[in-house]
């Protein structure tokens, strides 16, 4: 279990125990505070640099004016007695003039150091600690300090290696001569050798997740649903593409509105079509009865000119036989194009009205021996003879 994610909740935690042990501020102003980071390693590494900019950035915010003094002991290459003397000299003589509100330290080293000089560096200041493996408990009987342990489910983590291999009898722990890895190989030991997990006291639950490598997982052929829930993967194959949740949805829940929409309109065209369908088989029908109606049928629109005429009324005339099936296209076997029927009809002789004029409806004229009669109007038995 890799130790980044603990980092998050100590941070936390440490910001929220600051906040109770500094004093409230006074009304109308931002008060100064003065606060004392001990690093136990260098600038660099990744896990005490986290939980600084961490501590930094949420001191930020803080309604004070944080003075932050940071100091690294370095405890990863230099962890001899003559280095821990010179740094509490160096530091006695840094501090003469200084008075701390708050100190924090991170990790066993800086924590060891400060519960052993803190009556000569920074007396009746209280102390904040995080990353601490081997808490002591009559250092914690002292008083005037507080903060999170650093303790990891080391059973937990057995059992699932035990889970993902079965066959496995012997294990091999990786670790270092630091306060930090002597202090893990004494928890290992005693669990090892069948010390209750009763009597090892624990300040905090475990925190963080379980994490696990992609490329050793496929190396070892080990399925990702033998992996407890909640767990990490790291160095998996990053997607094509990656989207954020919300993102996401709200692209689904587009898409689910487009297709709903799309099939509204289909249906709504589909509808459509069968509606002209039915409009062109009424308007066909009416068509066909009026052809083998023998009366002479036509129709104007408002302003007197023809839009179509059945069958008998165009042979009567003499027109093309297809006349008024296009009622709004002019008839290209008439001249003058979109004028009225009246207007490109051969006009008989001696009639002088004016074009525009619509035809009389009485007398009717001879035309080549045929009587014209007007519009829905029968003709008698004695002129359908002639």
């Known amino acids: 279990m890799n130790r980044l994610p603990l980092t998050h909740a100590a941070i936390w935690a440490l910001i929220l125990l600051i906040t109770h042990l500094l004093p409230t501020p006074t009304i109308g102003g931002s008060e100064k505070k003065t606060v004392l980071y001990l690093n136990s390693y260098h600038h660099g590494y990744q896990w005490s640099d986290s939980i600084f900019e961490g501590i930094r950035s949420r001191l930020h915010e803080s309604s004070y004016t944080i003075d932050l003094q940071v100091e690294y002991l370095d405890a990863k290459k230099y962890n001899t007695p003559p280095v821990i003397e010179g740094l509490f000299e160096v530091f006695r003589k840094k501090f003469t003039h200084e008075r701390f509100d708050v100190v924090i330290v991170s990790d066993d080293d800086a924590f060891n150091f400060a519960l052993r000089f803190r009556d000569a560096l920074f007396p009746g200041v209280p102390i904040v600690f995080c990353g601490v493996n081997d808490l002591d408990p009559q250092a914690v009987a002292r008083g005037n300090l507080t903060g999170v342990v650093e303790s990891f489910d080391l059973i937990g983590t057995l059992a699932v290696a035990l889970m993902l291999h079965p066959e496995k009898r012997r294990m091999i722990v990786i670790g270092d001569e630091s306060t930090t890895g002597r202090a893990i ?34 190396r070892l052929n080990i399925p990702d649903n033998l992996l407890p829930s909640g767990s990490t993967l790291i160095n998996a194959p990053k997607a094509f593409y990656e989207l954020p949740k919300e993102l996401f949805w709200t692209i689904i829940t587009s898409l689910l509105l487009l297709l709903v929409t799309l099939i509204f309109l289909v249906l709504t065209m589909l509808e459509r079509r069968h509606v002209e369908r039915r409009i062109k088989d009424q308007l066909t029908f009416q068509e066909t009865l009026m052809d083998t109606n023998p009366q002479l049928v036509s129709w104007k629109d408002l302003n007197f000119r023809y839009l179509g005429a059945n069958r008998t009324f165009a042979a009567f005339f003499g027109l093309n036989p297809q006349f008024g099936r296009h009622p709004r296209r002019p008839d290209p076997d008439l001249p003058g194009g979109d004028e009225p029927l009246h207007q490109r009809l051969p006009r008989p002789a001696g009639d002088r009205r004016h074009p525009g004029h619509p035809p009389r409806r009485h007398p009717p004229r001879q035309r080549g021996g045929r009587r014209l009669v007007p519009r829905g109007r029968r003709l008698s038995a004695a002129d359908r003879g002639r």
Do not use: H
């Open 185 to 218: 190989k004494k928890q290992i030991e005693g669990f090892l050798a069948g010390v209750p997990a009763e009597s090892i006291p624990i300040a905090v639950e475990p925190a963080g997740s379980y994490r696990f490598d992609y490329q050793v997982m496929r």
